[in-house]
C-alpha cells in the first residue's frame, strides 16, 4: 500500500524516491496542523466555565467601590449679585456662565483689563447679548461711565460720528462684500466669508431671518446688520430646475438634503415633470415647512 501511494506520488509529481517519502511524512503533519486546533477549539468551547474566581474579585472590588452620594443634586443655575472684576471661576459656574467664556473674562482681568461699566461685559468674545441681558441686574457696575467734560478733540470726533451716522445708507445684503461686512462690530474675516459662502450656495438672501443660520453669527451681530443691511424686495434668487436639475445638483443646496433629492428625483422618474410646484409637498419627506423656505428657490423651466 505505501509503496503504490509512493509510486503513484512520483509519477504525478515527478519527483525522486526521497522526495516522495519526505512529501508523504508532511502530509499528514499538514493535515493534523489543520485540524487539530479548530477541533480542540470546538472541544475547549464545550466545556464549562468556573467564574468563581472572577467573581469573587469583582465583589472584592465593588466592596471598595465609593457609593453614590444620594443627596448630592446637579448644579442649577443661580443669579446673584456679582462684580465681574472679582467674581471667581466657581461664581460664575454658578451664575450659568459657560466655562470657555468665564476663563476668557479671567484672562482679560489678567491681563490688567478692567470693567467699568455693565456694557463692558459685551467686549469678551462669544459674551451672548439675550445671556447678558439676564445678568444685568445683578451686575455690581453702573450703567454708564461718569461722564466728564468733552475735550474740544472729543467734540470734534463726536460731530463726525453724527454725521457719519446722519449720511449712513443700508446696503443690500446680496451684494456686500468682505470688507463691507467686516464694518460690522463683531464680524471679523471668518465669519464674513462664511456669510458669503452661504449666501453663494443659497443663491442669495430672500429675508434677513436666513442669517441665523450662519453658523456663528451672535443675535447681536445679526441684529446690527439688520440695521446696516436690507433685502432688495424685487431681488430673484438663484433658481434650482426643478425637472432637470440632478440629485447631486439638488443636493447642493443647503435646504435640500440627500434623501430630499433622491425622492424628487424618483418622482420625477415615475410621473414625469412637474407641472406645478406645489406638487413637490406630494413627496413625503417634503412637508409645508420646507415648502415654504425652498420656493423662492425654484422654477419648472429655465
Same mark, same amino acid.
Given at each position: 500500500?505505501? =509503496?503504490?501511494?509512493?509510486? #503513484?506520488? *512520483?509519477?504525478?509529481?515527478?519527483?525522486?524516491?526521497?522526495?516522495?517519502?519526505?512529501?508523504?511524512?508532511?502530509?499528514?503533519?499538514?493535515?493534523?496542523?489543520?485540524? +487539530?486546533?479548530?477541533?480542540? /477549539?470546538? #472541544?475547549?468551547?464545550?466545556?464549562?466555565?468556573?467564574?468563581?474566581? =472572577? *467573581?469573587?474579585?469583582?465583589?472584592?472590588?465593588?466592596?471598595? #467601590?465609593?457609593?453614590?452620594?444620594?443627596?448630592?443634586?446637579?448644579?442649577?443655575?443661580?443669579?446673584?449679585?456679582? &462684580?465681574?472684576?472679582? %467674581?471667581?471661576?466657581?461664581?460664575?459656574?454658578?451664575?450659568?456662565?459657560?466655562?470657555?467664556?468665564?476663563? *476668557?473674562?479671567?484672562?482679560?482681568?489678567?491681563?490688567?483689563?478692567?470693567?467699568?461699566?455693565?456694557?463692558?461685559?459685551?467686549?469678551?468674545?462669544?459674551? &451672548?447679548?439675550?445671556?447678558?441681558?439676564?445678568?444685568?441686574?445683578?451686575?455690581?457696575?453702573?450703567?454708564?461711565? +461718569?461722564?466728564?467734560?468733552?475735550?474740544?478733540?472729543?467734540?470734534?470726533?463726536?460731530?463726525?460720528?453724527? =454725521?457719519?451716522?446722519?449720511?449712513?445708507?443700508?446696503?443690500? !445684503?446680496?451684494?456686500?462684500?468682505?470688507?463691507?461686512?467686516?464694518?460690522?462690530?463683531?464680524?471679523?474675516?471668518?465669519?464674513?466669508?462664511? @456669510? !458669503?459662502?452661504? *449666501?453663494?450656495?443659497?443663491?442669495?438672501?430672500?429675508?434677513?431671518?436666513?442669517? $441665523?443660520?450662519?453658523?456663528?453669527?451672535?443675535?447681536?451681530?445679526?441684529?446690527?446688520?439688520?440695521?446696516?443691511?436690507?433685502?432688495?424686495?424685487?431681488? $430673484?434668487?438663484?433658481?434650482?430646475?426643478?425637472? $432637470?436639475?440632478?440629485?447631486?445638483?439638488?443636493?447642493? /443646496?443647503?435646504?435640500?438634503?440627500?434623501?430630499? %433629492?433622491?425622492? @424628487?428625483?424618483?418622482?420625477?422618474? $415615475?410621473?414625469?415633470?412637474?407641472?406645478?410646484?406645489?406638487?413637490?409637498?406630494?413627496?413625503?419627506?417634503?412637508?409645508?415647512?420646507?415648502?415654504?423656505?425652498?420656493?423662492?428657490?425654484?422654477?419648472? =423651466?429655465?
Amino acid at each position: 500500500m505505501i =509503496n503504490r501511494l509512493r509510486s #503513484w506520488t *512520483r509519477a504525478f509529481f515527478g519527483i525522486s524516491t526521497r522526495e516522495a517519502n519526505g512529501l508523504l511524512i508532511l502530509l499528514p503533519v499538514l493535515m493534523s496542523s489543520v485540524f +487539530v486546533m479548530p477541533a480542540y /477549539h470546538h #472541544w475547549q468551547s464545550k466545556q464549562p466555565v468556573d467564574f468563581s474566581k =472572577n *467573581r469573587q474579585s469583582l465583589d472584592s472590588l465593588l466592596a471598595h #467601590w465609593p457609593e453614590p452620594d444620594s443627596t448630592a443634586s446637579p448644579s442649577e443655575k443661580t443669579l446673584f449679585a456679582f &462684580d465681574p472684576n472679582t %467674581a471667581s471661576l466657581p461664581d460664575f459656574d454658578s451664575l450659568g456662565v459657560p466655562g470657555f467664556l468665564a476663563q *476668557r473674562i479671567l484672562n482679560y482681568r489678567s491681563r490688567n483689563g478692567t470693567f467699568r461699566i455693565k456694557s463692558d461685559l459685551l467686549k469678551i468674545y462669544g459674551m &451672548d447679548t439675550l445671556f447678558y441681558n439676564e445678568l444685568i441686574p445683578f451686575i455690581q457696575l453702573p450703567e454708564q461711565a +461718569v461722564a466728564d467734560k468733552p475735550s474740544a478733540k472729543a467734540k470734534e470726533e463726536a460731530y463726525k460720528v453724527t =454725521n457719519a451716522e446722519v449720511k449712513h445708507e443700508r446696503t443690500d !445684503i446680496n451684494t456686500a462684500d468682505s470688507t463691507q461686512l467686516k464694518k460690522v462690530y463683531g464680524i471679523g474675516e471668518k465669519l464674513s466669508a462664511r @456669510i !458669503i459662502s452661504y *449666501r453663494s450656495k443659497l443663491g442669495g438672501f430672500v429675508s434677513m431671518q436666513q442669517l $441665523q443660520e450662519v453658523y456663528g453669527l451672535d443675535s447681536a451681530v445679526i441684529h446690527r446688520l439688520e440695521r446696516n443691511y436690507y433685502v432688495d424686495p424685487a431681488f $430673484q434668487p438663484r433658481k434650482i430646475i426643478l425637472n $432637470q436639475a440632478s440629485e447631486k445638483e439638488l443636493s447642493s /443646496h443647503p435646504y435640500i438634503k440627500y434623501p430630499l %433629492a433622491k425622492a @424628487i428625483a424618483t418622482y420625477r422618474f $415615475q410621473h414625469g415633470n412637474f407641472n406645478a410646484l406645489e406638487e413637490v409637498k406630494e413627496i413625503a419627506v417634503a412637508d409645508e415647512a420646507f415648502y415654504t423656505k425652498i420656493l423662492p428657490y425654484l422654477s419648472l =423651466n429655465p
